[in-house]
């Protein structure tokens, strides 16, 4: 995503952009508002990030001005302040910016806040796309544009993630059939369930798009990504002057970016227990209110759910609605860990395979008989995602006609290392007594391993996991999505 970062202080500002580039981001630095103002309207930025006071132009007064720039995209502009100037900041909501930080910054504020705005713009752009696009085609459809929204359906086919899928096993092929005729009637509720890593997303949009790819919207929300106050207003919106520091125009929540299409509600699991009669209710009779809100609001969403623990026991002891659960569970799908259906690691390495030495156009088109081996004996926890991780490590670091076991590193290792010593317990990290390798030491894929062991262990509740590794949620969440961007 572009990024304008705009501030008068040199350092912080070098800081902050060092940190948003490390993320992946492009980051083009200004120390004034006019000085942003003329490279805004140059290049196109999902975020703008500015300091509210400044000479010349305030922060406030860039925001006015980018508003007010013709024939530009809705960039999400995001300003800070210090402690004592919250008054500012509330102006600066009112003026219409998406969000404000106190300095001094968080940084994992800033990277939460930053990955949301990602999605937000990648939401506008899909909704963009698949309102006016798909929409003017069908409108003036004839023989030859119905090719051409054939050909469009098939690019979105693989963009949304449905254009690469092999299913191999019977079970597979029961559960995409079950998707797909869950597809059929947009009244049913699905409860998807499964570890993390298994594909829930991905039979989400089956269930969605079905066969021929709809063109109604999909808009997902994680449920363990907001508190339980933003999570409401995220979720259901809020009118004018519900709450200090809203807009003033109020603001549209999912459930109307979805109007007619799927909400997927991810980690189903971590909905506050407050607002799960809210959700009850959308789904009985297909209302709700915005946040501040008095008048009845009605929607036609299709809601799809998905939970890697076991909603059951969460209804046991009392977190999670029992009501809810049921009638989240009219249709239910539970997805099984790729160790349960191990015919199928080989045909999918092979589409990953094909897919990532095209992409970085490498010589790989097969997997040696010792590799296929050790990719059939690995437990994969982290599922398909590890496995698809996996291959791509593989097709960035060598280039070869084939997979060799050298090329599958850790895997390989930890092979080996059980066939030579099946007797011998794994040790216990002692943080105050341990040997570090002459050689180079890569940490990050130590705290990676680190962080997925703990999950398996935890039986893929995050939850638990963070406050084993003494760590907030939203904190693991991030490491989690940063392990999957880089790999």
């Not at 995209?73 to 998406?98: C, K, Q």
């Not at 506050?272 to 036609?300: A, I």
């Not at 009501?323 to 015919?343: A, F, M, Q, T």
Request: net charge negative.
């Amino acid at each position: 995503m572009n990024i304008l970062l705009v501030d008068d202080d040199k350092t912080g500002r070098e800081w902050i952009a060092m940190f948003l580039r490390q993320l992946g981001h492009h980051v083009l630095e200004c120390a004034n508002g006019e000085e942003a103002l003329a490279a805004f309207k140059t290049m196109d930025f999902g975020m703008v990030l500015s300091d509210i006071k400044m000479p010349k132009m305030s922060g406030i007064e860039l925001l006015k001005a980018i508003s007010s720039t013709p024939s530009k995209p809705n960039a999400d502009i995001v300003l800070f302040t210090g402690h004592g100037d919250m008054e500012s900041a509330i102006h600066a909501l009112r003026a219409g910016a998406y969000d404000y930080l106190l300095k001094p910054i968080n940084m994992d504020e800033l990277a939460v806040l930053t990955e949301r705005i990602a999605e937000h713009q990648n939401l506008l752009r899909e909704n963009q796309r698949l309102i006016h696009h798909f929409d003017s085609e069908v409108k003036t459809a004839t023989e030859e544009t119905q090719r051409e929204l054939s050909q469009l359906k098939t690019i979105m086919a693989k963009q949304v993630g449905l254009g690469n899928i092999g299913v191999f096993s019977d079970s597979m092929h029961q559960i995409v059939d079950q998707a797909f005729k869950y597809h059929t009637d947009r009244s049913i509720p699905v409860l998807i369930q499964g570890e993390t890593g298994t594909g829930k997303e991905i039979i989400a949009k089956m269930i969605h798009y079905g066969k021929d790819t709809q063109t109604t919207p999909f808009v997902d929300i994680n449920c363990a990504a907001f508190t339980s106050s933003l999570f409401e207003s995220e979720l259901f919106g809020y009118e004018a002057g519900a709450f200090t520091g809203g807009l003033t125009k109020g603001q549209k929540g999912k459930l109307d970016m979805a109007a007619g299409g799927t909400l997927f509600l991810d980690e189903i699991g971590e909905m506050p227990l407050e607002l799960q009669s809210k959700l009850l209710r959308v789904l009985q009779e297909k209302t709700y209110y915005r946040v501040g809100g008095v008048k009845k609001l009605t929607t036609n969403v299709r809601i799809v759910c998905a939970t890697n623990v076991d909603l059951s026991d969460m209804v046991a002891n009392g977190s999670f609605r029992k009501d809810l659960y049921y009638r989240l569970k009219v249709g239910h799908i539970i997805l099984p860990p790729l160790r349960e259906r191990s015919d199928e690691i080989l045909p999918l390495t092979d589409i990953f395979l094909k897919e990532f030495s095209q992409l970085r156009r490498k010589r790989f088109t097969a997997t040696s008989a010792a590799a296929a081996d050790i990719l059939r004996s690995y437990p994969w926890p982290g599922n398909i995602r590890e496995l698809r991780n996996v291959v791509e490590w593989v097709t960035f670091m060598y280039d070869d006609v084939e997979v060799r076991p050298e090329h599958l590193g850790a895997i390989a290792q930890n092979e080996q290392t059980a066939e030579a010593s099946p007797r011998v317990s794994p040790l216990v990290i002692n943080p105050d007594n341990f040997m570090l390798p002459a050689e180079k030491f890569d940490l990050k894929e130590f705290t990676d391993k680190v962080i997925y062991k703990s999950l398996e262990m935890k039986n893929g509740n995050k939850t638990e996991a963070a406050n084993y590794l003494n760590l907030s949620r939203r904190a693991l969440c991030y490491k989690l999505e940063q392990d999957t961007k880089d790999s």
